[in-house]
C-alpha cells in the first residue's frame, strides 16, 4: 500500500497566487516526520518543511506553511505568493518511529507550473 | 558552507560493466543515505551509514548492489554486472546524526545510463 500519496500529477497557477499541494500518508506509528522537497530540474532535491506528529501548531518557513491535519492523515503543502522560480517537482516524505526511523518514503510528486 | 557532493555527475556504461559512484556528505554529518530515483517516480531509500557501518541496507535491489563508507565520511555505492533497469537517478543524502528529527540534506544526484 502507499504509504505516501500525491494526487495531483500536475498544477498551473498564475504567478503571486498561493497555491496548495496535496498530501496524505498512511501509517500506524504514533511518532512520525513529514517533509516537503523541491526538485527543480537541475535535479537537486531541496528541503522545504518538516511537520512532527507531536507538534501542535502547524509549521511555517517563509512563504511555506504546511497545513497539517493528522486525523485525516494530510500534510498539505501551502505556498503563499508564488513565483516564477517555484516551478519545479515538489515531494512529500514521510519518516516513520524507530527502527525505521531514518529512511525517507517519498511520494510520487507534484510538477508545479508557475505561469506570468 | 559546502553542501553534500556527488561525483560523477553523469555516468554511462554498458550492460554487465562495473560501476562506482561517490558521495561526500556534509562535513560533520555521520549519517548518510542513497536513494535511487526512476524517471517520474519519487526517490526510493536504497542503504543508510551511521558512521562507517550500514544500519540499514533493507533497500538494495539485490546483491549486486554494495555501498562503502570506510572512513565514516566518504561513501561508495557499487554496482555489479549493471543492467538496463539500473538506469537511474543515484542521490545521495546526510544528516547530522540521523536521529528521527534529523533534516536530509541531499546532494545533486549522478545520472546513470547503462546502455
Known amino acids: 500500500a502507499q504509504k505516501i500519496t500525491q494526487t495531483q500529477p500536475g498544477m498551473f497557477v498564475q504567478e503571486k497566487e498561493a497555491v496548495t499541494l496535496d498530501c496524505t500518508y498512511d501509517t500506524s506509528d504514533p511518532s512520525y516526520g513529514l517533509f516537503w522537497y523541491k526538485q527543480p530540474s537541475s535535479g537537486e532535491m531541496i528541503f522545504l518543511i518538516y511537520q512532527g506528529s507531536y507538534d501542535q501548531q502547524n509549521a511555517t518557513e517563509g512563504r511555506y506553511s504546511l497545513n497539517f491535519q493528522k486525523a485525516r492523515k494530510s500534510a498539505n503543502l501551502v505556498i503563499s505568493a508564488s513565483q516564477l522560480g517555484d516551478s519545479a517537482m515538489y515531494f512529500c516524505a514521510m519518516r516513520e518511529g524507530p527502527p525505521r526511523a531514518q529512511k525517507l518514503v517519498f511520494g510520487q510528486g507534484t510538477r508545479l507550473t508557475i505561469n506570468p | ?115
Open chain 2, 1 to 115: 558552507g559546502a553542501g553534500v557532493s556527488q561525483t560523477p555527475s553523469n555516468k554511462v556504461t554498458e550492460k554487465g560493466k562495473y560501476v562506482e559512484l561517490r558521495c561526500d556528505p556534509i562535513s560533520g554529518h555521520t549519517a548518510l543515505y542513497w536513494y535511487r530515483q526512476s524517471l517520474g517516480q519519487g526517490p526510493e531509500f536504497l542503504i543508510y551509514f551511521q558512521g562507517t557501518g550500514a544500519a540499514d541496507d533493507s533497500g538494495l535491489p539485490n546483491d549486486r548492489f554494495f555501498a562503502v563508507r570506510p572512513e565514516g565520511s566518504v561513501s561508495t555505492l557499487k554496482i555489479q554486472r549493471t543492467e538496463r533497469g539500473d538506469s537511474a537517478v543515484y542521490l545521495c543524502a546526510s544528516s547530522l546524526s540521523g536521529s528521527s528529527v534529523d533534516t536530509q540534506y541531499f546532494g545533486p544526484g549522478t545520472r546513470l545510463t547503462v546502455l
